[in-house]
Nanobody
Framework: QVQLVESGGGSAQPGGSLRLSCAAS????????TNWFRQVPGKRRELVAT????????GYTDSVKGRFTISRDNANNTMTLQMNDLKPEDTAVYYC??????????WGQGTQVTVSS
């Protein structure tokens, strides 16, 4: 059974850090495009960070560049999003997403991140 299970969300103060993890089961993360999205109520889901299947390309939305880091551990079949210098506007539900060729496209259940003082 294909599954992505997220952990690590919660609350932080502005300037703080959180680390999101996404554990994959039922398939391997290697040779997958791995993404983190976020969504706030009433807005479209936004791509925050992406890591190509080869690992050669990493991209971030402008608002998180220099603060967030996406990574993937193929040996442990996990992906992470390290979030530093958090801002209130980072508050959202965060989702991990994995895509492969042939229409393989799976999502985690989402984890809430709240940044406030």
């Amino acid at each position: 059974q294909v599954q992505l299970v997220e952990s690590g969300g919660g609350s932080a103060q502005p300037g703080g850090s959180l680390r999101l993890s996404c554990a994959a089961s039922g398939f391997t993360l290697s040779n997958s495009i791995t993404n983190w999205f976020r969504q706030v109520p009433g807005k479209r889901r936004e791509l925050v960070a992406t890591l190509s299947a080869s690992g050669a390309y990493i991209g971030y939305t402008d608002s998180v560049k220099g603060r967030f880091t996406i990574s993937r551990d193929n040996a442990n079949n996990t992906m992470t999003l390290q979030m530093n210098d958090l801002k209130p506007e980072d508050t959202a539900v965060y989702y991990c997403n994995v895509a492969k060729s042939g229409g393989f496209d799976y999502w985690g259940q989402g984890t809430q991140v709240t940044v406030s003082s």
